[in-house]
């Protein structure tokens, strides 16, 4: 595996399901962000990690619960989502925060649906 | 609320012809400036990033930044079909990637 992958690519959930949405990162990056994509909004960015500590948390509701065990891998876990939380839900990681150069490689994202 | 503003398009261009795609950004301290390119159902892939004032090339595709107007652009020139995707602006701070901010977009199409 290279790059940034993700899994599962597709989840359809109901609202008082709980799930998990996995990023791994084979690139030897420090950062790695979650990022939530909906139909013609702006990328909105969700959390940060940086060295598996979250630096940035931006006002996010409690149901989405991130966890970043090491460098490599970030979770998000899912609980009592609303129809309005389906979205690409897309993982990303950079060699550090530095922002002038800090390119951010993208996975291909989790399509995630709520019934 | 620092915003980064793009026209959703979409913009239709005619192959070999030059794209202009343009943003602006409200953030006065916004240092970098980022294009990703984000083809259907795929995830954002950057193409050029610009720090500085005036022209950046890279092969078909040159970034201008200018500041005083916060105004960044991206060209193509000779535009392919293989272009047709949607071009995602960003910018950032200089200390921090974590403050980088995303326009909604501008979905190109490059019509043969």
């Known amino acids: 595996e290279t790059g940034v992958t993700q899994t599962p690519r597709h989840l359809v959930m109901g609202m008082t399901n709980k799930k998990s949405l996995k990023c791994e990162q084979h690139?030897?990056?420090?950062?790695m962000y979650w990022y939530k994509q909906s139909a013609k909004k702006p990328l909105e960015l969700m959390f940060v990690y940086n060295f598996k500590e979250q630096t940035e948390n931006n006002s996010v509701p409690s149901r989405f619960s991130p966890e970043c065990p090491n460098s490599s891998h970030l979770f998000l876990h899912l609980h009592t989502l609303q129809p309005e939380d389906s979205a690409l839900y897309l993982c990303a990681s950079s060699q550090t925060l530095a922002g002038g150069e800090g390119e951010q490689f993208f996975g291909p994202g989790t399509r995630l649906t709520v019934l | 609320q620092k915003e980064v503003e793009q026209n959703s398009g979409p913009l239709s261009v005619p192959e070999g012809a030059i794209a202009s795609l343009n943003c602006t950004y409200s953030d006065r301290g916004s240092q970098s400036f980022f294009w990703y390119r984000q083809y259907s159902g795929k995830s954002p892939e950057l193409i050029m990033f610009i720090y500085s004032n005036g022209d950046k090339e890279d092969g078909r595709f040159t970034a201008q930044l200018n500041k005083a107007s916060q105004y960044v652009s991206l060209l193509i020139r000779d535009s392919q079909p293989s272009d047709s995707a949607t071009y995602l602006c960003?910018?950032?701070?200089?200390?921090?990637?974590?403050?980088?901010?995303f326009g909604s977009g501008t979905r190109l199409s490059i019509r043969p």
């Open positions: 690139l030897g990056h420090n950062a």
């Open positions: 960003a910018a950032s701070g200089y200390s921090s990637a974590s403050k980088i901010i």
